[in-house]
């Protein structure tokens, strides 16, 4: 059975792309719900960005010690050297350097030659030895670099001591087939040396595709976000990659460390922070991802899931009951739907929700879940409530 590594970037990728920054406090809380689900590299930040980054990473790194935890940096002496001292309390601290590789990125962006970008990515990689035997290496916009070229760097870069070597779809341009005979090539030419990582995005809505495919030529790490956060159309869904591999077991024999019940939560705690959402009908974590609407599918599910259903709620950590919440629930029922939604209210706090919930709840139907965020979110205040 193959492992299959989960790199998970929701902090960095997908913290840095539009309505989505969090704060230290917030990428703490994060970062816990993220180490309970199993994720087996964590990737902080990026310490030269901002003293915020630089913050995160190095609160990450006291607070969770015995993680991996990865911080990125370009193929540029600052860069390495404050991700080493971001990361100087991790146990395991893991270097990610990168620099760009195709021949566009060569001439409008960094104005080098392939030879001085080859140089670089050796340097950086050789320096980030010096602090961390967990050096990983990116060779930015892979997808649309002269595979001979790629070839060579990838090679280079393994002799300097690179023991993970990422070959992102950066700008989520590769089709499945086309990705996996890239990944196949690079595996076949590294063999044992490295470990070959993915990193996809979903400008065509390949990013799961793409990496699902790249696993089967032999990827072994796949880096991807909570809700499929990140630059533009985003990275791939974390959630999205484990249950497809969970689910279709039988074409995709690769195991993960992720406990998929902690899927749910972990969106829902990560909506909390940022400024959306997934949309209702969004993959595994989606409002209506375990909804049946329709008679006939009703009436199917109702004499048996497995008519309309591939995967249980429950195996995602969706609230398995649909229990609407009404003026006839009690107070065990709403504390487990807030800690379903990502809540742990104390006592106090717990008696003061349901005080409120039963006044709303006598002139209603039944409460919507953001309904019950909305309530616990005004007794407990909206940063304070998640991930106690
Ligand atoms: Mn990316």
């Not at 989606?286 to 909804?291: D, I, M, R, T, Y």
């Amino acid at each position: 059975m193959s492992r299959v590594y989960i790199f998970d970037t929701t902090l960095r990728d997908g913290e840095q792309s539009p309505g989505c920054s969090m704060t230290t406090p917030e990428k703490l809380k994060m970062a816990a719900a993220l180490a309970d689900l199993g994720v087996d590299v964590l990737e902080a930040g990026f310490p030269i960005a901002s003293d915020g980054d630089y913050e995160a990473v190095d609160a990450v790194s006291r607070q969770f010690h015995w993680l991996q935890v990865a911080a990125l940096a370009r193929a540029y002496t600052p860069d390495i050297e404050r991700a080493a001292k971001a990361l100087q309390h991790a146990r395991r601290p893991r270097i990610h350097t990168f620099i760009a590789t195709s021949d566009i990125h060569l001439q409008h962006k960094l104005r080098k030659t392939r030879q001085q970008v080859f140089d670089d990515a050796v340097a950086a990689v050789t320096l980030a030895r010096n602090y961390t035997d967990d050096v990983e290496f990116s060779a930015e916009d892979a997808t649309r670099t002269d595979p001979e070229y790629l070839e060579e760097i990838c090679l280079a870069v393994v002799e300097a001591g690179a023991r993970t070597v990422n070959l992102p779809d950066t700008v989520g341009y590769s089709i499945p087939e086309e990705y996996a005979a890239l990944i196949r090539r690079m595996v076949g030419v590294l063999g044992d040396r490295a470990t070959v990582s993915v990193h996809c995005h979903d400008d065509l809505g390949l990013a799961v595709a793409n990496s699902l495919a790249a696993i089967a030529a032999g990827a072994r790490q796949v880096e991807c976000t909570i809700n499929g956060i990140g630059e533009r159309a985003g990275n791939a869904a974390l959630e999205e990659i484990v249950m497809a591999l969970k689910t279709r077991h039988d074409r995709l024999p690769f195991e993960t460390k992720i406990h998929s019940e902690k899927l749910f939560p972990a969106s829902q705690l990560l909506t909390q922070f940022i400024t959306f959402g997934p949309q209702p009908n969004k993959s595994i974590v989606g409002e209506n991802a375990f909804s049946h609407e329709a008679g006939i599918h009703q009436d199917g599910y109702l004499k048996n899931p497995s008519t309309y259903e591939i995967m249980s709620p429950a195996s995602v950590g969706v609230p398995e009951s649909r229990i609407v919440l009404g003026k006839h629930s009690g107070r065990h029922a709403l504390k487990k739907r807030a800690e379903d939604l990502g809540f742990r209210l104390s006592k106090e706090e717990l008696d003061e929700v349901y005080h409120r919930f039963t006044h709303l709840a006598d002139n209603k139907k039944g409460l919507r879940n953001d309904e019950i965020i909305a309530l616990v979110e005004e007794v407990v205040g909206r940063a304070a409530a998640v991930g106690r």
